[in-house]
Structures are given as C-alpha cells and as structure tokens.
C-alpha cells in the first residue's frame, strides 16, 4: 500500500505498480503524488479497475494502426477479468486498441488523424513530446515510426490509467512511451525536444497564443512542431457559448491566425500538411464511448453546420520550424 501524502493507493503488484515504476525509472516520481492527492470521485474505481486487470503475457505486440496484444492461449476467466476492468475506465476516445481477443473500439478512429500526418514528420532517433496525449495512442504509433521515446501530457487521471492498462500488456516494464497526468504549464521539463505535438488542444485553450509560446519553450533550434486543429475560413470564430455541443471551445483560428501564432513564437517556416472535414466514420459513438458524439453535434437538416449554426467541424495539421 502506498501513501504519498495522500490517499492509500493498493500496490500488490500489477498495472499500478508497474505504473508507478514506470513514472520512478523515467525521474517522473512527481506524478505518483498527483494520483495521491487527487479527489475525483471516478478515482476509487479507477484505481480498483486497474487493480483487477489479470496478468497476461503477450506474444506478439503490435503498435500498428490497431494497437495491441495478443497470446495463444488466454483463459476465458482471464479475459472476462480483462474486459471489466477496460470497461471500467470508459469512455475510451482515443483508439483502436485489440487485447488479447477484446476490440477496445474508441469514439475516434485515430488511426485515420495519424494516416493523415505521419508521412510529413521523420521521427526516426527523435525525443518526442505528445501534448494532450490523452491515452497514449499517438505515442504507441510514434514509435512504430521510429521515435526513440516519447513523452505524453495529459491532465485527465482517467487517459493516464487507460494509457497504464495498455502499456501493461504492449510495453510491460518499459517507459519509451510515458503519459504523464499534467498540463503543459505544469509540466517541469529539464531537457527539449526534437519533435512537440500539440493535437486537438489549441482551441480549448483561453489562450491559445500562449499555448504556441509554451509548447515553443520545449524546443531547441531544430524541433519540429507540429500543430493540429480546428479550422475555420475567413476569420477566428469565438463560439458561444457552444461549438459542436462543447462548451470548452474559447476560439477556432483560420489557418492565417494559426501560423501567424506559430510564427509570433518563433516557428516562422510553415507547412499546411493537411486540411480535412470530421466524418461520422472517423467520430462517433460506440459501445466503448456510449455517449454523444458527432452526429448529434451536426444540424439533422444541414450536415455542413453545427447544431449552433456554426461551420461543422474542420481539422488543420501544420507543420512548423524556425528559419
């Protein structure tokens, strides 16, 4: 049992401790007192989730563009085990993810966003840095891509315990890829990166100006940033007091006030690598993620609007460097 000026936090083996080890090998033990000291009513299931998740040793791991692990032989037991406690820490957004015979089938279909992007970003020998990473899925293909770590940053504990689940089964005892529970104005970062991700975050942000310049000051001359978001032509929309159902929308910049934020922080050579409209196929509801999802989000009378009147949801990747 482990108390960190906290709550106790069962340690009898598993993912939590392996969780934990993971945090302490990669000089994060930070983190272990955040779990501790966090009061979210979710965490004493989430925690006793993770503390059932059997022991399973994989075969073959795959951090393809389903990511996951697979074994010859797992008892039936073991797998029902398995599948409570994945479904324990629903929603899963980001995905897919395939255990040992259970399709983990998330709200997005990540594996098309990283299609989109991956071909324009060498990662090969590159630290990487994963801004709102959420459960970790990017960070598993940029491996695959050849990153030599990777480094994700996400407040919500519930990403950091299904990033733990994951990694105890594809990546058990290793830290290339970490998510740690943090912002990226909390975050106390000791060294840069050669790569920095900021993917679906700008615009939730109050500043989102601000959040260019932080994520610039994890960089070094070399880094390659790149910033994915949703766009709007013509000029920033300032939704209110929704966009698509989401209340934590502050601005959508047009792709001119986007590169022009990466430009006032220093990254001033810009690529638009990608522009795409959200489909239904790439966001909806699924029985990992049994709630509201895009489809309610659009007017049933005119797809290309939000339920707001607003334009339906556009994403932007760019890719930024300093000249």
Known sequence: MSK?????????????ESLFSTWRDASAAWAIDIVARASHGDLPRWLAALARLPDIRADEVS???????????????????????????????KGPFHLFGID????????????????????????????GSGNGYYGW?????????????????????????????????GHRNTVLPVGLEAFPATAPFDVAFSMGVVYHRRDPAAHIRALAGHAHDETTLVVESLVVDDAPLQPRP??????????????????????????????????????????????????????????????????????????????ARRK
């Not at 709200?107 to 590159?126: F, N, Q, T």
Request: hydrophobic share 40%; net charge neutral; aromatic share 6%.
């Open 4 to 16: 960190r000026h906290g709550r106790k936090i069962p340690l009898a083996g598993g993912v939590i």
């Open 63 to 93: 951090h393809g563009r389903v990511v996951g692990a697979c074994a010859t032989e797992v008892a039936s037991e073991l797998r029902e085990r398995l599948e409570m406690g994945l479904r324990e820490l629903i929603p899963w957004r």
């Open 104 to 131: 983990v089938d998330s709200e997005w279909r990540s594996d098309l966003k990283w299609s989109r992007i991956a071909p324009h970003v060498d990662l090969d020998g590159c630290r990487v840095l994963d801004v």
């Open 141 to 173: 293909r940029m491996l695959e891509a050849g990153a030599k770590s990777v480094v994700g940053i996400d407040p919500s504990l519930l990403v950091t315990f299904q990033h733990a689940a994951v990694g105890y089964y594809v990546d058990r005892g």
């Open 242 to 319: 929704r966009y698509a159902r989401m209340r934590n929308v502050s601005l959508v910049p047009d792709l001119a006030t986007l590169r022009s934020w990466l430009g006032a922080a220093g990254f001033e050579d810009t690529e638009v690598v990608d522009v795409s409209p959200t489909t239904r196929a790439e966001q909806r509801t699924t029985a990992w993620m049994p709630y509201q999802s895009l489809a309610a989000a659009l007017d049933p009378e005119d797809p290309n609007r939000t339920v707001e009147g607003y334009p339906a949801p556009k994403r932007a990747a760019i890719i």
